[in-house]
């Protein structure tokens, strides 16, 4: 079995020898997010994925994030350390209620979470992330949005874009929807000098409370420039790992006990060596969806 270090060292051997662009997502283990070219949220990641001009792109992340490196740069090869991390969210939309959707609002646009699938990207008419979720549903030109498939940030959305009506898919994250607000009024009541931040994720009841809401890039945005010496975070727990090892003179709390994305946590070190090491596993789409989705991503992008 080799060592921590040994299989550090190779990874970065591997990266120079290859050179290959390795983004990781703020969920994966941190020895993964310690080897990468750029830790990022959704956003930054498509945008950097966009943008990559090297040949070989990994993307330390869960499936969907693969597709879109995949999406956005078609002449590139892009492999996922773990192709078995899925996201329970992204599956939880079809194309096919998509197209129900639609034929249900015909006036309306659909706006999908990059939290989806390439099939539902393409059959939709723009992407967004959490962080853009809002510019994007601002700025569409249409008076309806049907939001697909997290409910959660659908709802935040349409309750800061009353201009527009919303029709809202009934898809959820698995690990957000557990926190609860009975966990947030708990913590709160243990840390009462605490400043709270949250993933838009999390149900109304838990987001509401937030001093900040935002993506995961802007939660450690948040808790790296608040004067407060304390901090509860609502997202999944390796935020606060990376918070606690970078801002040792804060005190750092997640809610309630350990959220954790279990699929974000397939994406470990070794897997990521052997994914350099044999070159595997290629993210590969049929090409009539790849050239569909990319309209909706890259309005996204470029928004
Ligand atoms: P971010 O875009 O905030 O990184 O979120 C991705 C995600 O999957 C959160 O659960
Ligand atoms: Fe999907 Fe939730 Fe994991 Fe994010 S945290 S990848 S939304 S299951």
Redesign the pocket.
Known sequence: MESFDGLREKVLELKREKNALVLA?Y?VPLEVQDVADAVCDSFAMAQKAAKAENGLIVIC??R?MGESAKILSPDKTVLLPSPDAG????DMVTPEDVLRLRAEHPKAKVMCYV?SSAAVKAVSDVCCTSSSALRIAKGLECDEIIFVP?KHLGSYVAERVPEKKFWLHDGF????HRITEADVLRAKGAHPDAVFAVHP?CGEDVVKHGDLVGSTAEILDFARRTPAGEILIGT?SEIVERLRRELPEKRIYGVGSSFV?P??KKVTLQALYECLRDEKYKVELPEDELRAARESLDKMVNS
């Open positions: 997502h969920y992340g869960v969907f996201c329970p969210m992204a939290n997290d994250c698995p690990t957000h994720e999944e994305c699929n974000m």
